[in-house]
């Protein structure tokens, strides 16, 4: 079994996404030094909106080097007209988490997830950075090892909302179809 | 008779299963669906049952029709709690399908039903009235009508032994037996490692109490924060309980499942059962829980609980309503493995009255001794034909073209339509 960031509870409520659980199959570095363990959100390109899970954890395992700030994985050119274009990269948020062992706890202001550029509206892939065996291992999130196989009816999370352009951008985390944790950004009801 | 057969829910699912232990013994059984709303039963139906839909609403009608099926009966008060479902166009049917039964047994399973079967069945067919509610769970318009009509029946079969008692005071001169419903069989679902999990199951509906089972979850959680309240089920009270877990952060801890299939396995695997319903019939589940030696948990509401269990022994019993004595009930089996293994292995001999093997006979007896009774107080029996195995009164009238009819509404007999017409059934 691959490692993973398994999930134990997730608590959004007071303006921040909190996310608890353990690191699994994989074990982390005892002492890897300040911001070695990490939360990380990727905003999902517009072009495969679709693609869920496991195709993207393929995709974000490229090269991770320091990063500063919550959007420090933006890319260079401001928002666009319609927001899909040009974007070499995809949008990352990095929030600090805390490791004890395997286990994690991590979270992020929910301000932090309306997409700096584009459009401010998205789903936002989950992953744990930690250090493993002297270099950055990026493991995505998601609850998989208990009995309930289709979490994405059964494990509902309230959503959070931030105020944009005079209207409600409801922030909401929840597990995808192969039970991976992503959080989605949309419109309120007006 | 059924009102919906192809509906979900404890009632429907044990009266197919009592059709089909009938039909496994050799009778002769035809399952009568008062209406049709799904393709297919929920629940499997033994191929020697013959399954018999009334009125066919799987189709939105509309126009002229959808005015007709809007309209509300005239025989089922609109206390009864699914009178929605009996508009005129489905009294009318199920009068009609009553006419053309003139021997055999007619077992009906609602009130609305045994109003009907009250009004509609003649003389000749010997008449059961099931029960599957608490006298006091009627509202007022059925009660009376009750305490009206009762008498007629040949036999009114209830529940529980509290269910006995009501029936028999409230309709002085019925003949009120108690026979339970049977737990369905699990073909040895075998307890698995039971996981820090409690469950509940029904419909999500203000009867089935989970609004205060959820509150009663959250003084738990604060206590054993590793245990999870599953809940399976669905209803319209989806949205609301939904708002409830989230005001009360319960989110990591109760979850609403939905339907499943596989209850057996659910219930085998949780460490504790909790019933939490304002009011019961006899509570189905919660036996089918016990036959799994899974601990039981559960408010004392009329009726059903206290038939079934003995406080302490078996399961335990808290006021009903009582959220906090509830909360307390979880908590001390939650942290009490002895208790639980003590609890359990008594349910599983508490849940053996409730076999399909300690049933069965008791609704065989009834029927052959209504028949016999029938026999000799008419000197001449109609139901006895010759070459009738192995019960001779059980057996129905041959009806004419019932497999032409479809799923229309059943037809008369042409010497019935004769006198009596059936489009003014209602």
Redesign the interface.
């Known amino acids: 079994m691959k490692a993973h960031a398994e999930v ?6 007071d303006g921040r996404i909190r996310i608890i659980g353990r690191v699994h199959n994989l074990t982390p570095d005892p002492d890897p030094g300040p911001d070695a363990c990490r939360l990380v959100l990727v905003l999902r390109q517009r072009e495969d909106p679709v693609r869920t899970g496991a195709g993207r954890a393929d995709r974000a395992k490229g090269p991770a080097g320091p990063r500063t700030g919550p959007h420090a994985g933006a890319p260079e050119e401001s928002r666009t007209t319609d927001g899909r274009k040009e974007e070499a990269r995809a949008q990352e948020v990095h929030a600090g988490a805390a490791l004890d062992g395997h286990a994690f706890d991590a979270s992020v202001p929910i301000g932090d997830l309306v997409p700096a550029h584009g459009s401010l509206t998205g789903v936002w892939d989950a992953y744990l950075v930690v250090r493993a065996g002297g270099r950055e291992r990026r493991l995505r999130m998601g609850r998989v090892l208990d ?2 196989p289709d979490k994405t ?6 959503a959070q909302a931030v105020p944009a352009d005079d209207r409600l951008l409801l922030v909401r985390p929840r597990y995808t179809i192969r039970n991976n944790l992503s959080v989605d950004v949309e419109w309120g009801a007006r | 008779m059924l009102l919906h057969a192809y509906g979900m829910g404890g009632t429907i699912r044990t009266v197919i299963n009592q059709a089909n232990a009938m039909a496994a013994r050799g009778h002769d059984v035809e399952l009568v669906s008062a209406v049709r709303r799904r393709d297919e039963p929920q629940f499997p139906i033994d191929p020697r049952v013959r399954l018999v839909p009334l009125t066919d609403q799987r189709e939105q009608a509309s126009g002229y029709r959808a005015r007709l099926a809007a309209r509300r009966g005239r025989v089922v008060p609109p206390g009864e709690y699914k009178s929605d479902w009996f508009t005129r166009g489905v009294e009318r049917a199920v009068a009609d399908y009553l006419a053309g039964v003139w021997d055999g047994v007619l077992v009906t399973t609602r009130p609305g039903l045994n109003l009907l079967a009250a009004r509609y069945a003649p003389d000749g067919a010997i008449r059961v009235a099931q029960e599957h509610m608490n006298m006091a769970s009627h509202r007022p318009d059925v009660r009376a009508e009750i305490v009206r009509t009762y008498r007629t029946f040949d036999a009114v079969v209830v529940l529980t032994h509290g269910d006995r008692l009501e029936y028999e005071r409230a309709v002085p001169g019925a003949r009120v037996l108690r026979i339970p419903n049977a737990v369905h069989e699990h073909g040895g679902v075998r307890p698995g490692p039971r996981g820090k999990v409690v469950l509940a199951a029904g419909r999500l509906t203000e009867q089935k109490g989970f609004d205060l089972l959820v509150p009663a979850f959250a003084r738990v959680v604060a206590e054993h924060p590793d245990w999870q309240l599953r809940i399976f089920g669905t209803g319209p009270g989806e949205a609301g309980l939904r708002a409830l877990i989230e005001e009360l952060h319960l989110y990591n801890h109760v979850f609403l499942m939905g339907r499943t299939d596989r209850l057996d396995d659910e219930l085998a695997k949780a460490s504790a059962f909790v019933l939490s319903s304002r009011f019961e019939g006899l509570p189905m589940v919660m036996i089918e829980a016990m036959s799994h030696g899974t601990p039981i948990v559960s408010f004392d509401c009329p009726t059903g609980p206290a038939d079934v269990l003995t406080d302490g022994v078996d399961g335990l019993l808290v006021p009903p309503g009582d959220v906090p004595a509830l909360a307390d009930a979880l908590a001390r089996v939650i942290g009490d493995r002895a208790l639980r293994e003590r609890l359990g292995s008594a349910a599983l001999a508490g849940a053996a009255p409730y076999t399909r093997e300690a049933v069965t006979p008791q609704w065989e007896a009834l029927f052959e001794d209504l028949a016999r009774r029938r026999r000799g107080a008419a000197g001449v029996s109609r139901a006895a034909r010759p070459g009738d195995p192995p019960a001779p009164g059980f057996r129905r009238p041959r009806r004419v073209d019932r497999a032409a009819a479809g799923g229309g509404r059943a037809p008369v007999p042409a010497a019935r339509r004769a006198n009596r017409d059936p489009r003014h059934g209602g």
């Open positions: 134990e509870q997730i608590w959004p409520r009995d309930i009816k059964v494990m509902i999370f309230p």
